[in-house]
């Protein structure tokens, strides 16, 4: 594989003068530039891209830390982060943190030290205080589906207060008003978001909070399952529930159904995100919609500005409508 001391060679020319030509730099005569050129292509060089970025100090790579590749929320996300990276000349470096705060830590080290442009974070652990020191340090970084209450930075998110009281209100129509909440992970900002909307929509229309309707989940499939079966269990059991996400839903439909019950037949239930898992035919949940490819769009966008310095001094803090999907898993309340 021909090196750069080659491409010199054949140039008749200095590796630096290679180099200022690889990097665009000034002040090299058209002459010489052809001359060096001609070389390239007659011996087939490829710049290798991170001696490039060591000159330039730029890699034209993006770091994406995921909390799980597994859930079918982050898809679109990360096609639209990827469509606009490409777009615009980028890369990017997927890290799935498995929502464990030390891997998504241990994630981070490791895209620093591999001297990415800047982090795209949809982890939901990650402490503030690493984060707050990127701030401090001036290192471009985006938060999606996610938000720090202590510290101003660029964010782009759907509106939770809003989504989680449009979920409540629209079974509060139905007629229910014993309705439960399983919520994500208590240190996760949606997940607070969601709960603030779902009191907020209960006290609005004069209807008790019980504290034995509201239960803590984990985002997945499992704390849905678990928290319903105590919902369930309950000498009052609730008439409806809102799942902080589909996939909470989803394990809910498992529990009512091996209790022998329907949806919605005997318990209305609500979701959030609607990933393509909602809408199937068997599922066919209603839920909030998050306009997830449009938010890996806007976020990337936001953050190769940061990187390229083209943004402005203050955060970019960007919060999307939420939209009601009315599927068959809410029904009226008989009687």
């Known amino acids: ?110 895209l620093l030290e591999k001297r990415v442009d800047g982090i795209i974070f949809t982890s ?85 909070t019980d504290a034995e309707l509201v239960k803590e989940g984990d985002f997945r499939e499992q704390g849905g399952y678990l928290a319903t079966k105590e919902l369930l269990s309950l000498s009052s059991a609730p008439t409806a529930i809102f799942a902080a996400n589909d996939f909470l839903a989803i394990g809910a439909l498992q529990a009512i159904n091996e209790a022998g019950l329907e949806v919605p037949e005997d318990i209305s239930l609500v979701g959030f995100d609607n990933v393509h898992l909602a809408g199937l035919t068997r599922i066919n949940l209603t839920t909030i919609n998050q306009p997830r490819y449009k938010m890996g769009l806007m976020a990337t966008e936001v953050l190769i500005e940061r990187i390229e310095g083209r943004g402005g001094p203050d955060p970019v803090q960007l919060v999307l409508e939420p939209e009601l999907v009315i599927r068959s898993s809410t029904k009226r309340l008989a009687g």
């Open 124 to 208: 939901a652990r990650i402490t503030d205080t690493r984060i707050a020191d990127l701030r401090r340090h001036n290192f471009p970084f985006i938060l999606v589906s996610r938000t720090l209450p202590d510290v101003q930075t660029d964010y782009v998110v759907v509106d939770n207060r809003a989504g989680a009281y449009l979920a409540v209100e629209h079974l509060i129509s139905l007629g229910h008003q014993r309705i439960a909440h399983i919520t994500g992970p208590k240190d996760a900002s949606g997940a607070l978001d969601r709960l603030w909307g779902y009191q907020k929509a209960m006290a609005d229309h004069g209807l008790k």
């Open 1 to 110: 594989m021909p090196t750069i001391i080659d491409v010199a060679k054949r140039a008749g020319v200095s590796k630096s003068t290679v180099s200022k030509i690889l990097t665009d730099k000034p002040y090299v005569s058209h002459e010489t530039r052809e001359k060096v050129m001609k070389a390239i292509a007659e011996l087939g060089y490829r710049p290798n891209a991170i001696a490039r970025s060591l000159v330039r100090n730029v890699t034209k790579t993006i770091g994406l830390i995921i909390s799980d590749i597994t859930n079918p929320f982050f898809p679109e996300i990360v096609r639209g982060i990827e469509d606009k990276a490409s777009e615009m000349g980028y890369n990017i470096f997927i890290c799935n943190s498995d929502a464990k705060v030390e891997r998504e830590e241990a994630y981070l080290e490791l």
